[in-house]
């Protein structure tokens, strides 16, 4: 069992930054893909960013290229998001999630059904 602790939200102005963390315990995360999720008012959870548990492949949604980097470091069991120029449509309430186990060191997982663990979220409110 892996809890996952999100860490980091908070209200910012546009073009401001901030940097969420995923604190995770109870087991090591050395050999999970990880992911961030985020889901606005109203709207459904959306895939946000991933890495692979080798930390050398990641993905992210189309808006959020060049502006956020995903990153890990597994001897801290810590996954981060760093956010710049943050827009008010990246309000949302952000989401940590990881695998259970992943095979390769170069997998990484876009999709909700992939992941066997969240987090509580973290809020995210960017002011225009």
């Known amino acids: 069992q892996v809890q996952l602790v999100e860490s980091g939200g908070g209200l910012v102005q546009a073009g401001g930054s901030l940097r969420l963390s995923c604190a995770t315990s109870?087991?090591?995360?050395?050999?999970?893909?990880m992911g961030w999720f985020r889901q606005a008012p109203g709207k459904e959870r959306e895939f946000v960013a991933a890495?692979?548990?080798?930390?050398?492949?990641?993905a992210y949604l189309d808006s959020v290229k060049g502006r956020f980097t995903i990153s890990r470091d597994n001897a801290k069991n810590t996954v981060y998001l760093q956010m710049n120029s943050l827009k008010p449509e990246d309000t949302a309430v952000y989401y940590c999630?990881?695998?259970?186990?992943?095979?390769?060191?170069?997998?990484?997982?876009?999709?909700?059904?992939?992941?066997?663990?969240w987090g509580q979220g973290t809020q995210v409110t960017v002011s225009s």
């Open positions: 890495i692979s548990w080798g930390g050398g492949n990641s």
């Open positions: 109870g087991r090591t995360i050395r050999n999970c893909a």
């Open positions: 999630a990881a695998d259970r186990d992943t095979y390769y060191s170069g997998t990484y997982y876009v999709h909700e059904y992939d992941y066997d663990y």
